[in-house]
């Protein structure tokens, strides 16, 4: 019984693990759009900070939520054409 408790605990903790990577990947697609439109890549500490905390706030989302998220975020970026 506590190998199958264990095994499942495992399993989940893998879902979410796999969840916040995957958002975090879109949080980061999500930070390199703009910056592979402008001419100059010249990045403050504010920027940078700002740009962390989409990514991290992405990956949290997407491990709460889960494909709800993800599926949503998609389907902005498919309505903005880029």
Not at 35 to 46: A, E
Not at 62 to 82: P, R, Y
Request: contains cysteine.
């Amino acid at each position: 019984m506590t190998s199958e408790d264990s095994d499942l605990k495992l399993r989940f903790s893998a879902k979410v693990t796999h969840r916040f990577l995957g958002g975090a990947a879109l949080g980061a697609f999500m930070v390199i759009i703009p910056i592979s439109y402008g001419s100059s890549i010249d990045l403050n500490l504010v920027q940078v900070g700002i740009a962390s905390l989409l990514i991290i706030s992405c990956g949290l989302l997407a491990s709460v939520w889960g494909e709800k998220f993800i599926d949503a975020v998609m389907q902005v970026l498919n309505s903005s054409a880029l």
